[in-house]
């Protein structure tokens, strides 16, 4: 599913994944593989337009956490914007006004409806209803027989209208309006409305459902979409939405080869919820649709994203300025140090954190890393007064062997982290001048603050 989009979006960022600072070249070329993998998915034109659009706003924004690097902020906001496009939150089925609750299932003729008739009726029961099937599809006699199968292997009853030759009754509305007397006689709560579909959206179709909800006033709406149909698959949900005004989407064989592009188009364009998505043609692959893991699973990249998510959660903005400013103006103190290691340990182990630096992860995976590597530091800070703290160059030899004895540690335990303090000041200061505002230097940059010094 979505195999070649993933792929493409993981070479798209590949390019900016890792790096410390993006300018306006790779910005532009980013954006410009980002749109062609949309594009290429079938992702309608103004969407994967509006989605590049919202993602460069993002990373020329000014303000850009320092926790993280704005590669990595990058794939972040595409992440978001995935999320976005698929509709943010995930929608539930209305709350029925009165028993039975009635959902009608419409859509093009073969796009799933009856299976997902099944699967749905499998669904709710789960969650304790006691569904009923109508089977409103009156064309085939196939088509009856077919939900009858699903039905009694879900433990659900059917009804239907047959002659005494097994014929059935030729008329839809009359059978869903039955149906529904039926369902609220019999004490079922829901009743689940599966109806015929036709090859192409005509009006003989369209007339049909239209006749069918005025008869039953359904709660929900749910229209069936084969997700492999790429852009047709958004049109005709556009045609079916303006006939029924459909409160949800379904769609159905994500688990083939899909481009994704119905996926990713269908919520914008028809502003409607996708609720459920269906991943094969046994009775329990369905799934309720949710936009934050479906975009997990096309971007892949998910240790970047919770990565990011856990900077954000820990750094915020006003504290990373102020920080800025006292690198800047050399106010950086052991307090301030040792407040950041303990966010930085927040974060999760350190095992895991190095795992998330793209391109580290592979390579550190056995190599094993103590989650105590900070344990020295922090035991030779916290035996410090909050004096010393802010004045680490008034630590004088006295106070050295104070420090080291209440860490359990050597008096060159104590000279060895001031010395790194010292250097480690050093060079934030000539970091932070060099990057400007809000960004961090990249590696080059580095590079020649050494070379300089
Ligand atoms: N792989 C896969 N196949 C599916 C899925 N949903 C349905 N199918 C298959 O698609 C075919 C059509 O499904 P139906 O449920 O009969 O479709 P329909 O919309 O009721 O079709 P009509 O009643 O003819 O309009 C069947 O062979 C199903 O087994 C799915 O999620 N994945
Ligand atoms: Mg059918």
């Keep these: 599913m979505f195999e070649s989009l993933s792929d493409k979006l993981d070479a798209a960022l590949k390019n900016v994944k890792g790096e410390g600072r993006i300018n306006d070249l790779n910005i532009a070329e980013t954006m410009r593989e980002i749109r062609r993998a949309l594009l290429d998915a079938d992702v ?5 337009r509006e989605f590049t659009n919202k993602v460069k706003e993002k ?3 000014e303000s850009v956490l320092n926790a993280v690097s704005p590669g990595q902020q990058f794939v972040k906001a595409v992440y978001d914007e995935l999320v976005f496009l698929l509709g943010d939150v995930h929608i539930d089925l209305n709350t029925p006004k009165k028993p039975p609750m009635v959902i009608l299932i419409a859509g093009l003729q073969g796009s799933g409806k009856t299976t997902f008739t099944g699967k749905l009726a499998k669904y709710l029961k789960s969650k304790g209803r006691s569904p009923m099937l109508a089977a409103a599809d009156v064309y085939r006699p196939a088509a009856v027989d077919q939900l009858e199968t699903l039905a009694s292997q879900v433990g659900v009853p059917v009804f239907s209208i047959r002659g005494e030759d097994g014929v059935p009754l030729k008329d839809a509305v009359e059978v869903a309006r039955r149906a529904k007397d039926e369902a609220r006689r019999t004490g079922r709560d829901t009743l689940i409305i599966d109806t015929a579909g036709r090859l192409h959206v005509d009006e003989a179709m369209m007339k049909e459902v239209v006749e069918i909800k005025g008869a039953v006033e359904p709660d929900e709406i749910l229209f069936v979409v084969d997700a492999m149909t790429g852009q047709d698959a ?4 556009k045609a079916f939405n303006d006939q029924l005004n459909v409160d949800g989407v379904v769609l159905t064989k994500l688990d083939g080869d899909t481009r994704g592009g119905a996926a990713l188009s269908i919520r914008s364009v028809v502003q409607k919820p996708i609720k459920f998505a269906s991943t094969g043609e046994k009775l329990d692959a369905l799934t309720e649709f949710y936009p934050d893991r479906m975009a997990q699973r096309i971007l892949g990249m998910g240790d970047v994203v919770s990565f990011v998510e856990k900077a954000q959660e820990q750094f915020d903005e006003e504290e990373a300025e102020k920080l800025q400013r006292k690198f800047r103006t050399q106010d950086f103190d052991l307090q301030d140090f040792y407040d950041q290691l303990q966010k930085i340990k927040n974060m999760g182990s350190i095992k895991d954190l ?3 630096i793209p391109g580290v992860g592979k390579v550190m995976k056995d190599i094993d890393v103590e989650d105590d590597a900070f344990k020295h530091i922090e035991a030779l800070v916290q035996s410090m007064t909050p004096y010393e703290r802010a004045n ?5 030899g006295s106070r050295r062997r104070r420090i080291a004895a209440g860490a359990g540690m050597e008096v060159q335990d104590v000279n060895g982290l001031l010395k790194q303090f010292r250097e480690m000041k050093k ?3 000539t970091m ?4 400007g505002k809000g960004r961090q230097a990249s590696l080059s940059d580095l590079q020649r603050a050494r070379g300089r010094r």
Excluded at 432 to 435: D, E, P, Q, V
């Design 44 to 48: 309608n034109y103004d969407v994967a």
């Design 59 to 61: 990373v020329t924004d």
């Design 234 to 237: 958004v049109n005709t949900a």
């Design 354 to 356: 190095i795992g998330m």
């Design 392 to 396: 680490p160059d008034q630590i004088n």
């Design 427 to 429: 060079m934030m200061k």
């Design 432 to 435: 932070s001048r060099l990057s």
